[in-house]
């Protein structure tokens, strides 16, 4: 359906590959394949997963198991075989841009959410290195780290002055292309970072105190949300 707009906006052609990223490392020679021939000058590594809809411990993850392989596959070696994939091409030419998705989580360390903020940590400090080492030969390598916006991701939260909705994102982060090799994205997340950082440090974020809160908070929610679907169920069947 993507790929449909795509090519309906701009006339281009488009080729989809269909690969499920938890699989590993299996994935990456099909992928391969597919890619022979193709002079890729944009690799967006997008892809990511989370294991909770709401704030919880590292030993609560459902299924944890194959969960955990899972989310490093998807979110965190997905973006090293893709790059290796297609930075040699770029390198020949001698330009390209990999945009690298990772999340304010990934910038500050986010308990209760520990397994997805540790791989967003990782995709910052490659695309860090990465382009540390590859911007004179006209490469760039841009980390975008957001804090919160309107996806499936998110249960689609409503959109307000914090969070941004999805087309409005990608309009304010493709400005900063060429600017910055690191950004939140956009204006107001960029403040909600600086403010995060000054009231809200990670001493205060990683402290007991503090987890206690958002755990109780996040509960409340839970509870509030079971509830109101409980309510639209009810008269649901009335009507
Ligand atoms: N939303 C936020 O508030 C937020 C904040 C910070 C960072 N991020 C990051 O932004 C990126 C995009 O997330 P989003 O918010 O747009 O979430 P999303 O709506 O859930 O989209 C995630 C994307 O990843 C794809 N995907 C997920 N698992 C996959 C798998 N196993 N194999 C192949 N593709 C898979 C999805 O493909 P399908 O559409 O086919 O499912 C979709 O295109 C992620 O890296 C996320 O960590 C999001």
Request: charged share 15%.
């Given at each position: 359906?993507?790929a ?8 281009q052609k ?5 690969v ?9 020679p099909?992928?391969?394949e597919?890619?022979q021939g ?12 989370t294991?909770?809809d709401?704030f ?8 944890s198991?194959?969960?955990?392989t899972?989310?490093?596959n998807c979110n965190?070696l ?7 994939l ?5 390198l020949e030419?001698?330009t390209g841009l990999i945009i690298n998705?990772?999340s304010?989580m990934?910038v500050r360390p ?7 903020s540790?791989?967003k940590a990782f ?7 990465l ?13 975008v780290?957001?804090l919160?916006?309107s996806t ?7 959109v307000?002055?914090?969070v941004?909705?999805a087309?409005?994102?990608v ?13 939140s ?16 440090p990670?001493w205060l974020?990683?402290s ?5 809160k ?6 409340a929610r839970?509870?509030?949300?079971r509830?109101q ?11």
């Open positions: 359906m993507v449909k707009e795509i090519e309906s906006k701009s006339g488009t080729r989809t590959i269909q499920d990223f938890t699989h590993g490392c299996s994935i990456y099909a992928i391969a597919e890619l193709l002079e890729i000058g944009i690799l967006v590594n997008n892809v990511g997963m294991c909770n709401h919880a411990y590292f030993l609560e993850i459902p299924d198991e194959p969960t955990i899972h989310m490093v965190v997905s973006v090293p075989q893709m790059t290796r297609v930075l040699p091409g770029m030419r001698g998705v990772s304010e990934g986010q308990p209760l959410l520990a397994l997805y540790a791989t995709v910052s400090y490659f695309s860090q290195c382009h540390a080492e590859y911007k004179s030969k006209g490469i760039t390598v841009q980390c780290a957001p919160m916006v499936n991701m998110t249960s689609n939260v409503r307000n002055c914090l941004k909705s087309s409005g994102f309009r304010e982060a493709m400005n900063t292309v060429g600017h910055t090799s690191y950004t994205g956009c204006l107001s997340h960029s403040l909600q970072s600086v403010a995060f950082a000054l009231f809200l990670d974020r990683t007991t105190f503090l987890i206690r958002m755990r109780n908070l996040s509960n839970q509870y509030e949300r509830v679907n409980g309510k639209w169920m009810i008269s649901a069947k009335e009507e």
